[in-house]
């Protein structure tokens, strides 16, 4: 367990593989723009923290993802409410992940109870990918 209280930690937790595995990068983004909040409720040092998580992975699909999603969800909320948006959101992120996650899971369940059935009864190797 990595305990992160600023918007550099986050950063720093992605950029370093600390936090690995394409969910949990985006998840790491989605609270590291609440983190940002916390630290400075100011549009450009957000834009400039999206800016800063991006690029702590360049080649991470949900860390964009997430971090676009959040920008958009938030841009043009008021400053009291802002906070309050970017939880919401953060944790709307986290839940569907978790969902998609598991769908892949009972998926490959299924697939894999279909090849013992038909073709054998034992299964030397599964290879999976990211998720």
Not at 17 to 37: F, N, S
Not at 65 to 84: P, Y
Request: hydrophobic content about 40%.
């Amino acid at each position: 367990i990595k305990e992160l209280k600023t918007i550099n930690d986050a950063i720093n937790a992605i950029k370093t593989m600390e936090v690995r595995g394409a969910p949990l990068i985006g998840a790491t983004a989605a609270y590291g723009l609440v983190l940002a909040i916390l630290e400075n409720n100011d549009q450009s040092f957000l834009k400039k923290s999206s800016e800063n998580l991006i690029s702590s992975r360049p080649t991470a699909i949900n860390l964009k993802w997430a971090v676009d999603r959040k920008i958009k969800k938030i841009s043009g909320v008021n400053s009291d409410q802002i906070l309050d948006a970017a939880l919401n959101e953060a944790k709307e992120i986290c839940d569907e992940d978790e969902k998609f996650c598991e769908n892949i899971g009972i998926n490959g369940l299924k697939i894999i109870e279909e090849i013992y059935k038909k073709k054998c009864r034992r299964i030397n190797s599964i290879k999976t990918y990211c998720n």
